[in-house]
């Protein structure tokens, strides 16, 4: 894990905020030749309705025998307005510089809404509804090729949709996020440098055109057990990847420490790609 990177990221989030009510928390992987990741996040409570939540992630490939140097970052930003004691509004953005022959920039908006905060065994269900555009230039392929042309220029129109809800002690997430739009095809051999799949925090390369997936955990006052299924697919692909997770939480005041593997393809022995997770939490 980068180290220096981790300082950066807590000088940045940490200071400004050391005043102020807020969560701070870091995860990291580390997989095969060398891959390692990092995100990072504070969301500051400003106590009055407004909550502000700068992140910051970081991944370096897995072959070693590219440059240290050629990493990837992301910058982002989101604001919620909570209106109402069940319903809250949010914009962000997100940009990842040009690194690799690859920038993006993203921007959306989007709701939650808590309906009841408990009914029978359910309880604090919560929608999550949110839709954006994220806007690629892509100088270079798969291969590390320069594109004819020179760039490769594409935007994708999205909606992301989560919920979230507890019966009895466990509680369950659901998510699913489909681009509706591109507004060009992403060509063969042309990929994205930074995408996300939903409950993992390695980062993937591709344009990933739908993702769908499951997380449970079972809270107790000390551990908290928990596993994530997730199908995503690639523009251009017709059959769906899988990747899954579990791990372990650890609770210690106002602090948790999480530990976990993800594994992506995992029946599919010449794609299988395994990642160790750490994670700490902490609440101001």
């Known amino acids: 894990m980068c180290f220096h990177s981790l300082i950066a990221v807590l000088l940045i989030l940490v200071c ?16 095969e030749k060398g891959y390692a990741a990092l995100r ?10 407004l909550i502000i939540t700068p992140d910051y992630g970081y991944y370096r490939r897995t072959d070693k025998e590219e440059d240290e140097a050629g ?8 604001v919620a307005y909570e209106t109402g004691d069940s319903s809250s509004l949010l914009v962000y953005g997100r940009w990842v510089p040009t690194t690799l022959g690859f920038q993006s920039v993203s921007y959306g908006a989007g709701a939650q809404w ?4 408990r009914y029978g065994i359910l309880k604090e269900p919560a929608l ?17 090729r320069p594109l004819p042309g020179g760039k490769a220029s594409i935007t994708e129109t999205f909606a992301h949709g989560l919920l979230a809800l507890q019966v009895k002690n466990w509680r369950l997430q659901g998510v699913y996020e489909k681009v509706i739009k591109y507004s060009s095809q992403p060509a063969a051999g042309m990929v994205a440098n930074w995408a996300d799949i939903p409950f993992m925090v390695a980062v993937i390369r591709g344009f990933v055109k739908e993702s ?4 449970v955990s079972y809270p107790t006052r000390w551990i908290t057990p928990y596993a994530s299924w997730v199908r995503y697919k690639y523009a251009g ?20 420490f999480t530990g976990g593997v993800e594994i ?3 029946k599919r022995a010449d794609s299988r790609r395994t990642y160790f997770s750490m994670s700490i939490e902490a609440k101001f």
Do not use: I
């Open 16 to 31: 400004p905020c050391a005043l102020c009510y807020g969560q701070l928390s870091f995860s990291g992987v580390n997989g």
């Open 40 to 49: 990072g996040e504070y969301k500051l409570d400003l106590d009055n309705g």
């Open 71 to 78: 990493s990837t970052s992301r910058y982002g930003l989101q």
């Open 114 to 117: 808590q309906p009841f905060y």
């Open 128 to 144: 999550k509804l949110r839709v954006g555009q994220t806007r690629y230039d892509v100088y270079r392929d798969a291969l590390d």
């Open 212 to 215: 769908a997936g499951a997380h």
């Open 237 to 256: 692909a017709r059959d769906f990847a899988v990747a899954v997770s579990a791990g372990l939480a650890l609770h210690f005041w106002d602090m948790d």
């Open 264 to 266: 992506f393809e995992p």
